[in-house]
């Protein structure tokens, strides 16, 4: 076999890291973010154990914001954070989604204060996607889940 015209696929040239290597990656991923599935059902679980943080500013809190959420914008978390937020709790940081630094930004200023912190992948755009509610001036409203990017048939993809 001429070996002249074996191709390897885009996906493969560079190869998968080593089992062990992408073990402590993926659990690494694992250990700073959380997606907005796991984080509802945390949070209508009634004892979530960390606090929601919406870190961005007042014009996009105002336009909506996930319910019981803490409103504190990342340029505002150094001066803050010690007033509104228990060290021994951690914290989940959102902004308004995949496309957006601001929730990792605010990760990292927690995080350099000390707190344990994870950002939400996703940010409030996933959360609207999927279908779970959202407080704005007129109320909590809630749409349908986009079929396209969130299951129609419960509350996660079960993975």
Same mark, same amino acid.
């Given at each position: 076999m001429d070996m002249?015209?074996?191709t390897v696929s885009s996906v493969l040239q560079t190869p998968p890291a080593p089992p062990a290597e992408a073990a402590a990656h993926f659990a690494?991923?694992?250990?700073?973010?959380?997606?907005v599935s796991d984080v509802r $059902?945390? =949070?209508t679980s009634g004892d979530p154990g960390f606090v929601l943080l919406d870190s961005r500013g007042l014009p996009a809190w105002d336009q909506a914001h996930i319910p019981d959420a803490l409103h504190l914008p990342t340029g505002e978390i150094a001066a803050k954070?010690?007033?509104?937020?228990?060290?021994?709790?951690?914290?989940v940081t959102y902004c308004?989604?995949?496309g957006c630094d601001g929730a990792t930004r605010a990760a990292l200023a927690l $995080?350099? =204060?000390?707190?344990?912190v994870k950002?939400?992948?996703?940010?409030?755009?996933?959360w609207i996607r999927e279908g779970f509610p959202v407080e704005t001036a007129e109320g909590v409203r809630q749409t349908p889940a986009d079929p396209l990017t969130a299951p129609l048939d419960g509350p996660s993809c079960a993975c």
């Open positions: 002249s015209t074996i690494a991923r694992l250990a700073f973010q959380a997606d $059902a945390s =949070l954070a010690a007033d509104l937020l228990d060290p021994s709790v951690p914290v308004w989604g995949p $995080a350099l =204060l000390g707190y344990r950002e939400m992948i996703g940010g409030i755009e996933y």
